[in-house]
């Protein structure tokens, strides 16, 4: 059974920068982050492919990167610029056969426990 297992997070204040990255215990054909801030639903956040594509929330876009440099089987996101309203539990998600098409997330079948992500104003 595959595994995701997600690092990084905590608290941090307004403006400033987190890292987060998930290893997955055997190769995806699609990883994304997910979150979900407590009343709200679960949203997407960001997701890369084996095939090199990313797609962004309009949220987030300018602000949290996928790093290029990601080790294999292992997304990372880097969050800059934060907000109070990114303040939520941040989820790794994948999926195992299929590129990524989608924020959506019933696309993807797999996901992590979550990691907190605070910000305070």
């Known amino acids: 059974q595959v595994q995701l297992v997600e690092s990084g997070g905590g608290s941090v204040q307004a403006g400033g920068s987190l890292r987060l990255s998930c290893a997955a215990s055997r190769s995806m054909s699609c990883m994304g982050w997910f979150r979900q801030a407590p009343g709200k639903k679960r949203e997407g956040v960001a997701t890369?492919?084996?095939?090199?594509?990313?797609i962004y929330a309009d949220s987030v876009k300018g602000r949290f990167t996928i790093p290029k440099d990601n080790a294999k089987n292992t997304l990372s996101l880097e969050l800059g610029s934060l907000k109070p309203e990114d303040t939520a539990i941040y989820y790794c998600?994948?999926?195992?056969?299929?590129?990524?098409?989608?924020?959506?997330?019933?696309?993807?079948?797999?996901w992590g426990q979550g990691t907190q992500v605070t910000v305070s104003s």
């Open positions: 890369l492919d084996r095939s090199g594509i990313a």
């Open positions: 998600a994948a999926e195992p056969t299929w590129l990524c098409s989608s924020l959506n997330v019933r696309d993807f079948p797999i």
